[in-house]
């Protein structure tokens, strides 16, 4: 659900793009002003963190980190075709430590698929479990959030494996069931998932939810691993290096 904040930064982004265009001042319906537009609309439809919004996918060329751009030369290539990803439900594994911008790029990604004129859904994954838990007393909350993220077009799982509860044996047992049900489907119906995780070794995932679930996770998706990028919280915060990633 939108709040104030939410929605006064979409009014400011409505007089900038669609009130100020150049081209129609907001008087042509299918001038490219509204188009962009429905773009700052998917965003918050989603659920993207707001911190995000204003991302955009770097240019590799334009960083000077070797690492950063292996990394984002990887991105760049899965974003050449991203109607064939769509159709094909092709989607990436983002692992590395914290800090790496997984959350950032994906986000990134998701608004290339929004301009694009798909739709998707930002889910953290902690809350995701939190409400499929919930569902064991009241279905009906389950079935709300499980239609959404089962049939969305692109969805983003971000920070799996840090929902803390797997040594309750009966929540962790639920959690695989429902995660491994969510995976399995969206393969079946060739829907593309984004997942970002902390975890660096992939042996987690199959400890935690079962082999299965490790073999649905790396599929179909491009595996991306983060490992050996700085923590860019700290970059960012303590040196006060400006970012390598645009804002708009
Ligand atoms: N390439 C980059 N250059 C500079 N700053 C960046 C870059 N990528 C992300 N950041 C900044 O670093 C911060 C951390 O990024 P982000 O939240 O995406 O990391 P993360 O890998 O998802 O971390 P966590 O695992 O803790 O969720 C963000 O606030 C973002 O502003
Ligand atoms: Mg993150
Ligand atoms: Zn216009």
Redesign the pocket.
């Known amino acids: 659900m939108a709040d104030l904040a939410e929605i006064q930064f979409l009014a400011k982004r409505k007089k900038e793009i669609i009130d100020n265009c150049p081209e129609c001042h907001g008087r042509d319906l299918g001038c490219a002003c509204y188009k962009s537009y429905r773009v700052e609309l998917r965003k918050m439809d989603s659920g993207m963190p707001r911190k995000f919004w204003n991302y955009q996918l770097p240019d590799p060329k334009t960083v000077s980190l070797d690492r950063l751009r292996v990394v984002l030369g990887k991105l760049q290539a899965y974003t050449i075709d991203l109607k064939a990803n769509l159709e094909n439900g092709v989607g990436l594994f983002m692992y590395g430590p914290?800090g790496t911008g997984?959350?950032?790029l994906?986000c990134s990604i998701l608004c290339k698929y929004f301009e694009l004129g798909a739709t998707g859904t930002f889910q953290e994954f902690e809350r995701y479990i939190t409400t499929s838990l919930h569902s064991r007393e009241d279905y009906r909350i389950y079935d709300e959030i499980k239609t959404d993220l089962h049939e969305v077009p692109i969805l983003v799982l971000?920070?799996i494996g840090y929902e803390g509860v797997q040594s309750i044996k009966w929540m962790a047992a639920t959690i695989a069931t429902n995660f491994e049900a969510l995976l399995r489907h969206r393969s079946n119906f060739l829907k593309p998932t984004i997942i970002?995780t902390?975890h660096e070794d992939l042996k987690f995932f199959a400890q935690a939810y079962g082999e299965c679930v490790l073999s649905l996770l790396t599929e179909k998706n491009v595996l991306l691993n983060m490992t050996g990028l700085p923590d860019f919280r700290k970059e960012n915060g303590c040196a006060q290096k400006k970012t390598t990633i645009k804002s708009k």
């Open positions: 914290s997984k959350s950032a994906a971000d920070n970002t902390s």
